[in-house]
Antibody, heavy 116, light 110 residues
Framework: EVQLVESGGGLVQPGGSLRLSCAAS????????MTWVRQAPGKGLEWVAN????????YYVDSVKGRLTISRDNAKNSLYLQMNSLRAEDTAVYYC?????????WGQGTLVTVSS | QTVVTQEPSLSVSPGGTVTLTCGLS?????????PSWYQQTPGQAPRTLIY???TRSSGVPDRFSGSILGNKAALTITGAQADDESDYYC??????????FGGGTKLTVL
């Protein structure tokens, strides 16, 4: 069974940093693109970033470029999102997803709250 | 900046058929955008229904179908059930590795 478990969310002050992790199991992690999607409270889904199977290609939504960094460790079956210079508008539930041409298998999400 | 458009809300009667659409603020949606559809109920993670225009994700019943209608992608639900009452999101591939979600459609079954 495919499982994706996010962790690392929490309360952080504006300008602070946080590192999200996503532990994958039940599939060959190194064979799939992986994606982070977020959802602000009461709002819709927002595509944030994705990373190619071996990590050689990474893409970001404009609003997070230079502040959020996606990475992966295929030996540990793990996906990461390093979040720096956080802003109030980054407050959201962050989902990791195994990705195949829009066929996303979703984790349950982890909540990040940016507030003083 | 191109915006992905969806109806903010729609309603359908139990047993009825409803079509949700996914368009672009500028231009037409084609299969090259790999339109995909997701269902989300409050407090839950999204669930993939359709990807690459018309391929049903694993375990999705065949009363959910995807297509291109005119210049938009479409999700059609036939024989609507009470538990289809959810938020529905589409996503489009914009090229250069970038995907963009629509704003979502709140579907009411009444």
């Amino acid at each position: 069974e495919v499982q994706l478990v996010e962790s690392g969310g929490g309360l952080v002050q504006p300008g602070g940093s946080l590192r999200l992790s996503c532990a994958a199991s039940g599939f060959t992690f190194s064979s799939y693109w992986m994606t982070w999607v977020r959802q602000a409270p009461g709002k819709g889904l927002e595509w944030v970033a994705n990373i190619k199977e071996e990590g050689s290609e990474k893409y970001y939504v404009d609003s997070v470029k230079g502040r959020l960094t996606i990475s992966r460790d295929n030996a540990k079956n793990s996906l990461y999102l390093q979040m720096n210079s956080l802003r109030a508008e980054d407050t959201a539930v962050y989902y990791c997803a195994r990705t195949y041409y829009g066929d996303y298998h979703w984790g349950q999400g982890t909540l990040v709250t940016v507030s003083s | 900046q191109t915006v992905v458009t969806q109806e903010p809300s729609l309603s359908v009667s139990p047993g009825g058929t409803v079509t949700l659409t996914c368009g672009l603020s500028s231009g037409s949606v084609s299969t090259s955008y790999y339109p995909s559809w997701y269902q989300q109920t409050p407090g839950q993670a999204p669930r993939t229904l359709i990807y690459s225009t018309n391929t049903r994700s694993s375990g999705v019943p065949d009363r959910f179908s995807g297509s291109i209608l005119g210049n938009k992608a479409a999700l059609t639900i036939t024989g609507a059930q009470a538990d289809d009452e959810s938020d529905y999101y589409c996503v489009l591939y914009m090229g250069g590795g970038i995907w963009v979600f629509g704003g979502g459609t709140k579907l009411t079954v009444l």
